[in-house]
């Protein structure tokens, strides 16, 4: 089975989204990128900030810069420039139904109202990729969920949030070589 070759973070361009909990993606590709000792650069070709990372058997990152709502139009013009198949891609993304310090890996699926996910299917025809759901938890009530995303995580959740982007880099190796339920079996299994 063939591996990830494209890791898309999804997040909000600006300053005052950075740490947002909206942002979490972002966060994830960013720790890739530092430990790998290379820097996401602006790309107005793909609209994000992209690194090709030849080093590591032509891995690409990407952060979007397209806003989350229109996540899918950056997306599209990767995958599509280097010929990438969508089942060789994983969104990286917060995700409201998961505690902060859960994370998860799945393949395929509903976008979930997640509108960052809503519109790479929309752009590329297909939700047969890869995703990593990075939990956020939930306000509790939907009409909330607006303002929730956009704000930072408490002190606690920030920490629970890093200590699940690092258990998710922990599997990479297993996600680029395409042994996924490894990567599952490390990413799902309780200490």
Known sequence: MSGIKLFVGLGNPGEEYVLTRHNVGFWFNNLIAENLKQNLEPSTKFSGLYKKIPETENIHLLNPLTFMNNSGLSVAKVINFYKINPEEMLIIHDELDLAPGDIRLKNGGGHGGHNGLKSIINSIGTNNFWRLRIGIGHPGDKNLVKS???????????TEINDSIIKGY????HLINGSYEKAMLNLHTKD
């Open 170 to 173: 922990q599997i990479l190796s």
């Open 148 to 158: 929730y995303v956009l704000k930072r995580p408490t002190k606690i959740e920030e």
